[in-house]
Nanobody
């Protein structure tokens, strides 16, 4: 069992920044190998993958829509994964979720984008970007 708790959401103007945190606890610590992903879901839309990190070696993946603006990172001592979001746009407005999956999910070309591959989810944190 893995418990995930997101924090750090809020309201910002376009061009602003936010940093989300995902604190993991439970039987699987980040150090022994997990694929942690960030997803987002805008009102009326499907949940979509944003980025993912393999917690052993830090390998990262990014969706094209956030490349160059968002950065995923981790602090294994704190069992926390971060999502630094810069140059935010109104279309980034969504509820952001972190999720955990078996390590192999991070290595597939598209598996890390598949919400059904992730077994554990946080409760979500709202990000609102105004123009």
């Amino acid at each position: 069992q893995v418990q995930l708790v997101e924090s750090g959401g809020g309201s910002v103007q376009a061009g602003g920044t936010l940093r989300l945190s995902c604190a993991a606890s439970g039987s699987t610590g980040l150090g022994i190998g997990t694929c942690i992903g960030w997803f987002r879901q805008a009102l009326g839309k499907e949940r979509e993958g944003v980025t993912a990190i393999y917690t052993v070696d830090g390998q990262k993946n990014y969706a094209d829509s956030v490349k160059g603006r968002f950065t995923i990172s981790q602090d294994r001592a704190k069992n926390t994964v971060y999502l630094q979001m810069n140059s935010l746009k109104p279309e980034d407005t969504a509820t952001y979720y972190c999720a955990a999956a078996p390590p192999g999910v991070c290595f597939g070309a598209a598996s890390w984008l598949d919400k059904d591959a992730f077994h554990y989810w946080g409760q979500g944190t709202q990000v609102t970007v105004s123009s």
